[in-house]
């Protein structure tokens, strides 16, 4: 299978000005990303897709492919994942270069295991799926089972829509939620369907501390900052 992997970077970040080129443990935050992927081996090619000409340069000087950079329309704080991901196939088609999956990897998720990729794969193939996202367990008091929404008369109903709870907690089935880790899908559901997960998605679960951080805010930052320093981040 051919592999593309597909970091998406743009410039003017306001939770934390700058984020995807920010130092972090002495490496702009692009680099953890890129280096996963790259001791992979997984991937024909790793792209960095940027508006930004100093993003660009700096991804360059990392070892990044950069062979265009994203128009404004899918650069804003509205563009949409899909659209960033079909028009980098589309640019990498205009240069003959095609590919059978995608992996859309995110710089904000920087402790990403380079196996985790190669489990995610494996997975996709073993299950014959059209696509694939990590997740992380939800925890049991979050469990979608014992939740609540108000309905029209402003009384509590379960969100689920049953008329009873489940009472133990040993009886919960697991629930997910996705942790922007690992995105993977097969090109023909990018281009075809404009979806990320087609008829089937699979899964990959994570449950390390690194994987649970995911850097929007200062507060995020800070936690990764006291990551590397806790855990002598090497890749």
Not at 19 to 46: C, D, H, M, V
Request: proline share 5%; glycine share 6%; hydrophobic share 35%.
């Amino acid at each position: 299978m051919k592999l593309l992997a597909i970091i998406p970077a743009r410039g003017g970040s306001k939770g934390v000005p700058n984020k995807n080129i920010k130092s972090l443990g002495g490496k702009p935050l692009l680099w953890y990303t890129f280096e996963s992927a790259r001791i992979s081996g997984l991937f024909n090619e790793i792209v960095l897709s940027t508006d930004s000409e100093e993003i660009a340069e700096i991804g360059k000087s990392i070892g990044l492919h950069v062979p265009f950079l994203r128009p404004a329309e899918f650069s804003s704080d509205q563009s949409k994942s899909i659209d960033v991901v079909n028009h980098c196939l589309e640019e990498l088609e205009k240069r003959e270069l095609n590919y059978d999956a995608v992996f859309l990897l995110q710089p904000t998720s920087p402790f990403r295991e380079p196996n985790s990729l190669l489990k995610a794969l494996n997975i996709l193939e073993t299950k014959n799926a059209d696509s694939l996202v990590s997740v992380r367990r939800v925890p049991h008091h979050f469990n979608p089972h014992w939740l609540f929404e108000a309905d029209e008369n402003n009384l509590l109903k379960i969100a689920t829509g049953e008329t009873e709870l489940i009472s133990r907690r040993q009886d919960l089935p697991d629930a997910f939620y996705r942790d922007g880790q690992i995105y993977l899908t097969k090109v023909d559901v990018l281009r075809k369907q404009k979806s990320f997960t087609g008829k089937r998605l699979s899964y990959i679960l994570n449950e390390s501390v690194g994987s649970s951080i995911n850097i929007d805010t200062m507060d995020d930052w800070y936690e990764a900052e006291r990551y590397i320093a806790n855990n002598k981040v090497e890749l």
